[in-house]
């Protein structure tokens, strides 16, 4: 009993790390944040539609198999340093695997994954787009579950999410 309780103990700060790294720019002044849960993921996932709108039954199904979303943006420099920071450090100690990276017109945009059993499944997803534009915001996306990568584009841009036009660059890969 006391080993599990030590293993406890060694494991938790892994676990909470992921909530931890991101929670910190919630609510902050210069930051604009969304968040999304599992539950609100499963509501939304139960609405009617007609049995002839496929994209939409596709756009349901896709919901089911989410648990988080959690997307920041700021047009802040020093925290969108802090954000990098942020993201750094949980890539040490979560690693995710690097799925692209790009750079245009002033963004530094990093897309990093966490595959499961599958090549095309995905568990983890996390993009920092950095910007070095007033005009545009720096972006941090997270989002898990158990999730195609190509399903995840069309999410984010039916719901115009942040990021989208990267991700979608990213799932063509």
């Known amino acids: 009993m006391k080993k599990i309780a030590i293993l406890v103990l060694v494991l938790l700060p892994a676990f909470l790390f992921a909530q931890s790294s991101f929670d910190k ?45 959690k997307v920041l943006t700021t047009s802040n420099a020093k925290i969108a340093s802090d954000m990098k920071s942020s993201v ?13 990276r790009a750079n245009s017109d002033g963004k530094d945009v990093k897309i990093y ?15 920092f787009m950095e910007s070095s534009s007033k005009d545009t915001p720096s972006v941090l996306l997270s989002l898990t579950g158990e999730f195609d990568l190509d399903e995840i584009s069309s999410l984010t841009e039916r719901l ?11 799932s063509k890969k």
Do not use: C
């Open 25 to 69: 720019f919630e609510g902050k002044e210069g930051v604009s944040s969304v968040n999304v849960s599992k539950k609100m993921f499963e509501m939304m996932s139960k609405v009617k539609v007609d049995a002839k709108d496929k994209e939409m039954q596709q756009y349901l199904n896709l919901l089911k198999k989410l648990d988080n979303l």
């Open 160 to 170: 115009n999410l942040p990021g989208k036009d990267e991700l979608k660059k990213a």
């Open 88 to 100: 750094t450090s949980y890539l040490k100690s979560n690693p995710l695997e690097e799925l692209m």
């Open 113 to 127: 994954i966490k595959s499961a059993g599958s090549s095309s499944i995905v568990k983890e997803l996390l993009m």
